[in-house]
Each structure stands twice: as C-alpha cells, then as structure tokens.
C-alpha cells in the first residue's frame, strides 16, 4: 500500500479556491493476457495523514469497513479503478471515479479521453501498462478530471466535471494531499511517474516527459491452465472469506434474542439493527442519561422521529414473557400527558425500551439545574395539573389500574412547550381495579409509610404525587441532608411552615414572589393532604384533578388535622 503520509502537501481551504495537479502514472498487470490486477491507485485529499485504521488489501488504503461511508471519515479521492466492485455500484473494471467519504463515487465513467482532433471519446486502458497524464483542477466549486495518454496535450473537455464543495467536506478546512493504493490477492504494478502541483493557476509547472523514468515491463511467461484455475479457486476462497466475515460480522453486532411466544408482540418490536442504526451505534454523544438500571441513548427513525433507547440490564429468563406482556400493555395506554412508550427489543442480558424523545428534558433539571431558567408559577402549575391527569387515567381510565410506583420529578418529561408528560414505567404493575402489591420498590423521598405493611396501591401513587407538588412548588427534593435537620424533611418543613402561619415562606425563592398566593395555598394544602400518613385520608385522583382545577374546593383542614402535622415519610435502606 502506498502510504497517504509519504506523499502529503498541506493545504489551507479557503473561499474562492484552486486547486491543480498534473500526474503522470501506469498501471501494469501482472498477466497482460488476462488483464486483471488490483485495485487502482486514488489521488487523495484527506483532513488527516494518520491513516493506520484503514484496511491495507483493500478500501484502496483509504477506509476500513466501519468507516466506509462515515462523513466523519473526511475523504475526498480520485479514483482510477480496475476492479468491478458490485458493493460499490462500480460501471465497469476501467473506470475514473469522484469519491466522498466512500468507495462508492458520487460520479464516476469509463476511461478515456476527449480527442480535439476526431471530436470524441476515445477509450484507455488502465492496465495497459502505457503512461497516462491525470489533470485534476479545482476552482471556486468546480472539480475537473481529465485523462490522456502521455505525450497528449490536455483536451478541451474533461472526462468527469462535478460540484464539490469541499469546505462541507473538510469543515476544519484543511487538507493534506497524496496518493494511496492498497493491493489484496490479485497484484498490480502502480507507477507514480511524475507529479505537478499548484494552488494558482498560472504557476502550474509542466512535467518534462523526456526525464519521465521508463516503465518496467515484466518478462512475459506462460500462464499455465492450472495455475488459472488455481488463482480462479484462490480468488473465489478470499471472497467467500470476506462475505462470510462480512456476514458473521453484522450477525455479531446486530444478534438479539427472539421466542415464538412473541410473535403477537411483533408490532411493538423493534430490530437491534434499526435502533443500533438509529442512535449510530449506541454513540456516547447521543447518551441521554445513566442510572441505577441503565443507559438512554437519543435516536431518530424514519417515519417516527426523535426517539429515546433505553438500555435494561436484564440477565433473567423467567418472568421475561410477563415483562414483555406488561411493556406492550403500557405502549397501549393513551393519554395526551403519558411519554409514548413505542416498543422494545431482547439482546442477551439487556431489555430494551423504546419511546418518544422528549424535547424538554425532565422537569427537575428546571427545579435543581442553575442551568436551566426557573420555571414561572403558572407553567410549574400546569405541569401539575397534566400529571394529575395522566396519574387519574392510570388509575380510573384504564382497563386495568396501572400503579407507576415511581412517581418523581425525574420521571416527569417536558415536551418543547414545556407540556407535562409522564414516563418511566420500569416500575409499573396492572391489576384489577383495588388491588394492591406488596412489593416495596421506588424512590426515597416518595414512598409511603404503609408500603412495608400493605404494599403499593393507588393510595401510594397519590401519596408520591403529593411530594411532587411539593417538590415542584417549593423547588426542593424531598429530602436534603445539607439542610438543617428542621428543614431535611420537605414534608414535615412545609407543616412546620404552616403552623408558623407563614406557609408562603416553603415557596420556591427563585418566583420572586410572582404568584398567585390563593393558589400557592392551595397547592400546597393539597400536597400536604395527599401525603397524609394514613392512607384512607389520602384523596382518589380523580378528586385530586377536581381539587387542583378548581372545580371543587378542598375540604377544611388545618395543620392538625389526623396525619398531617405528624407526617412520617419512609426511608428505607435500599431502593
């Protein structure tokens, strides 16, 4: 392979550019009689001289098979191929070809050149083994490849003209130049025999055919049938071992694990290949978030849009079919304030769930990231009435009760209007309606008190609930163990709030006192009412969206009403 470094001129890209070479060069097979050989030689433009990644029998030393087709590859080459390549659409095994960041040419036609004299075109063979002259111009956008043989002058027309802006290509707008080549099985002679080199026009110095060194011809031998055939078979081999790489390759990466008991799911299911396709392979630059149980990658399918990958490890067989039953239950629930959760996909060891990407971002980056601009009292308001809407259907419009078990600001995404939607239902359980589950999972802070004794129902979801109102009304978490101890506690701080008769002192600072204080009351009230140490006092949601819309007053209770002033939230030793 001649190497990209050996032969490299750097070149600052700028508007208005020019670009000129004039190359002298031969290709000469080793068997003239059956005229095959090996890849070709590229004139190459690059934004790097480190190409120790590429693949040296083939790519033309240029790419290797993950980065062929990559635009962060930053390639531009000028190809004199002979060899049909049906991967890369190649016309014909003599060909001229432009290449952008891949070996398949965005324009390419066969090898020949434009006589003045008859006025056509006149075929060259590549492989012939007589020298030829390349002239490759670039000016303002305009690329120009031209071919001849060697004591031609240049002719009126050039065998392949096309747009390039190479700025889009090279946005760091530079570039080194040079010439590579790679040689696989089957070898060839490649010849740079001259080379001239200019940035302006005018000072494009001619190549002095008389000092160009002669082309060394091999001394002809008989070929015998055998050894035909045995380069026939040889070729034949190494194909069949690069597509089966190939294959095993993609197999590899893109494996994931199918049971027939899946097929009734199989509109909610995604291929690994579509979501690895999707977030480009899972790229760091895409990721999201990372946690306890895993990775979110951002992505974007086509007719779907923006979408949001979660990575689940999950190395357990049993219960797989329920997990999966219960996914494709919850991607059929529909309410205008729940994430759209879209499908899922099975690798070994890993879960996959698929869903809308929220353009907004989760509302506690607005609550506790000085990043972000607070949040105004009338759009935090909102927010809590569209996740008492979705919590209502979760509980009384469904088929079946759905307990979210995991209700938190985190869990609470925020479209580009900065509407309220909720998701993040890892931890969600179907039931029928009043039942309850006596596993105790969710978040500390959030988790009521009874869920040791009588497990999680629609009672826990409303008591979670009410320390989110909390949360988002006062802009702090539910438990903060750089406070002093009177104020750790949210719940118990704002009791403690209201028994001093200035409630309005839990309200998050940074309103400004921009509210509504009748509201703020309210609210505040409510969330207090929801977290209600026992659990029969607690409000249904339904009544709950009555309450925070208006539509019924809340009942009259006071700081020392039952459960309330002596609130007692569950923290326990794991989560």
């Not at 531009?76 to 014909?92: G, R, S």
């Not at 089966?244 to 199918?258: D, F, P, S, T």
């Not at 392979?281 to 149980?293: E, H, M, P, V, Y």
């Not at 979801?461 to 109102?469: Q, R, T, W």
Request: proline content about 5%; charged content about 20%.
């Amino acid at each position: 392979m001649l190497s990209l470094t050996a032969l490299s001129i750097s070149v600052q890209l700028h508007r208005n550019l020019y670009l000129s070479r004039l190359i002298s060069c031969a290709l000469l097979s080793l068997s003239q009689e059956l005229m095959v050989g090996g890849h070709g030689i590229a004139f190459v433009l690059s934004s790097s001289m480190n190409l120790t990644q590429a693949d040296p029998s083939q790519y033309f030393g240029l790419f290797n098979i993950s980065t062929n087709g990559s635009p962060s590859s930053h390639l531009l080459a000028i190809e004199l191929d002979t060899v049909k390549n049906a991967e890369f659409k190649d016309i014909d095994k003599n060909h001229v070809g432009i290449d952008e960041n891949s070996l398949q040419s965005v324009d390419s036609a066969s090898a020949s050149y434009y006589s003045d004299k008859e006025g056509k075109n006149i075929s060259l063979r590549i492989l012939s083994g007589d020298p030829l002259q390349v002239w490759i111009d670039y000016e303002n956008t305009l690329l120009n490849v031209t071919l001849a043989p060697l004591r031609n002058l240049k002719p009126s027309k050039p065998l392949l003209s096309r747009t390039i802006n190479l700025t889009a290509i090279f946005p760091d707008r530079k570039t080194f130049v040079g010439f590579s080549a790679a040689t696989g099985s089957l070898v060839s002679y490649q010849y740079i025999l001259g080379w001239s080199f200019s940035r302006s026009r005018v000072s494009l110095q001619s190549i002095d055919i008389s000092k160009l060194p002669t082309v060394p011809r091999p001394t002809k031998r008989k070929i015998s049938y055998l050894l035909i055939v045995l380069l026939v078979i040889l070729a034949l081999i190494v194909m069949a071992a690069v597509v089966g790489g190939y294959y095993l390759y993609r197999r590899k990466i893109y494996a994931e694990v199918k049971e027939p008991w899946e097929k009734e799911y199989h509109p909610f299911r995604y291929s690994y290949e579509s979501l690895y396709k999707a977030t480009r392979g899972f790229n760091k630059k895409g990721l999201l978030g990372k946690g306890f149980f895993g990775e979110v990658y951002k992505g974007t399918l086509p007719l779907v849009g923006d979408i949001a990958v979660e990575i689940l490890l999950n190395d357990a067989t049993q219960g797989m079919k329920q997990l999966v039953a219960e996914v494709v239950k919850i991607g059929s629930l529909q309410h205008k304030n729940l994430v759209p959760l879209l499908g899922y996909c099975r690798r070994k060891g890993e879960l996959l769930l698929v869903s809308k990407y929220m353009e907004g971002g989760s509302i506690d980056q607005y609550l506790f990231n000085s990043d972000k601009p607070p949040l105004p009292w009338s759009q935090r308001l909102a927010i809590l009435k569209d996740i008492a809407s979705a919590l209502c259907y979760l509980h009384t419009g469904a088929s079946q009760v759905v307990l979210h078990r995991d209700i938190k600001a985190s869990n609470v995404m925020l479209d580009e209007n900065l509407q309220g939607f909720l998701g993040d239902f890892r931890m969600a359980m179907f039931d029928d309606h009043g039942a309850t589950f006596t596993s105790v999972v969710g978040t500390i802070g959030y988790m009521a008190f009874e869920l040791t004794s009588t497990g999680a129902s629609t009672r826990t979801d409303v008591y979670a609930f009410g320390v989110f109102i909390l949360e988002v009304t006062c802009g702090r978490r539910p438990f903060d163990p750089e406070m002093p101890i009177e104020k750790r506690h949210l719940v118990k701080w704002v009791c403690e709030c209201w028994r001093k008769g200035s409630l309005v002192d839990a309200i998050d600072t940074r309103l400004r006192g921009k509210f509504i204080q009748e509201e703020v009351d309210m609210v505040l009230k409510l969330g207090l009412l929801c977290t209600n140490i026992y659990p029969e006092f607690r409000p249904s949601m339904d009544i709950v969206v009555q309450y925070i819309n208006k539509h019924q007053t809340l009942p009259d209770i006071s700081v020392d009403t039952p459960g309330i002033g002596d609130s007692t939230p569950y923290f326990p030793h794991f989560r």
